[in-house]
């Protein structure tokens, strides 16, 4: 019988003829001077790592130090997390971000994101992620806030939490996933400060128009992020909420009094949505800012199906929605705005799990990286680089994510015949390093 499993040469060959893998990891660089090992090394170690989904970096010494994976990667030596860690602290983010951007527009060119187009659209959303966070352990990138705990004794008392938070778009209809940029918070800003940055960065780093639509969460309705989508020539669906309080008012007075424009019925497994929906044109969007803005509001009555000893039962829940939006009413009626401001990405496997679960961001590997290489500053003095660490490993995780992804869900046949996840085909790739002839070497 054929060996019905993935070799770790057939999604090289994938990577290196699809996207340029070897040449990207070819342009990496980081701050130290003269080194044993690549940043070109050290950059693909952890890609493989992200691939493999090792669980811990432990396991990535250990995998090169005794498998085939040093030799596929070609690696000058086997090396360490202390390598890999005093590396990434000063590694260049640029060709890391540049290597993302020619991923997507690469994905975009290979039609990976046209079985999601809505209307003919193609859809990205914009949130925020939390990740490491701490009571001892900071940096001085670090964010703070104070938080409310209890001591062993069970007594309350107040503790200041050091964590790093970032902003991150991605394409999110497509069953390709990828994301588009990442932005991290500053000491002392907000999620919105972020985000305009991203917003701004995004046409520069893909043109505007990379994507049609964006999705957004309540906080980002305010007039700079409307402007600079607008400037962008996007458009934006924007959950609306108590804190937009002119509009959201004068949305729910205006539709309290007339009845609702389109009901219908939407039936999705043991749920049942009993839809009534309102659509409302040319609202002011704020009193500084009274450029009139449409605004749909959803409530829906769910209905779910229990089996409670043999007898079924319904049991029924209220919820209301309202969006603001910028699409136009006649291609996209209130039921595809209600089903734009739906999208469910965060709960699937998507990227920003990985983020949060990952070994990389748990245990603090970069977090305070205190042993770093050294650079001249502008009074002459040795000073440690700016710590990117964190930023540099999220990069890699990001490519990772969108490389793996491409090629589970839409080049291997396998993986379509055997049903196979995500996971599995990671297992299968990292399963192939530790029984390969030693000869063996991915090709340039
Ligand atoms: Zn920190």
Redesign the pocket.
Known sequence: MKDRSHSLPSFSTFLNKGFDLRSHAGQMADARTDPDISPSSVFLALFHAFVFRLPSFQQLDSELAHSYLQQWIGAERAFRDDTLRYSLCGFDLDPLEAMLVDVNRRLKRSKAFDQGRVQGRLVAALDGIEV?SSFSR??E??LERRVIGKDQAGRKIEQTQ?Y?RAVGCQMVHSPVKPFLAIEWLRPGEGEDTAALRLLTRLPDLYGSRFFDILLLDALYAQTPVLQLIQKARWDAVISLKQNSRELYQSAMGLFAHRPADTSFTDRRAHKTYHVQLWDTEGLPFTVENPEPVRVVRSEEVLERNRFRQGKRTSHSTDHEWLWVTTLPRQAFPAAIVRQLGHSRWKNENNGWMDLTKHCAFKHGFL??CQHRPKQINSSGEREPVPNRGLAAVTLILLIAFALTSVFVLRHSKLARIDHLTVIAVAAQLHAWTSKAPPSIRAPD
């Open positions: 490491l900071r940096c990138n670090c050091y790093h977090h305070a």
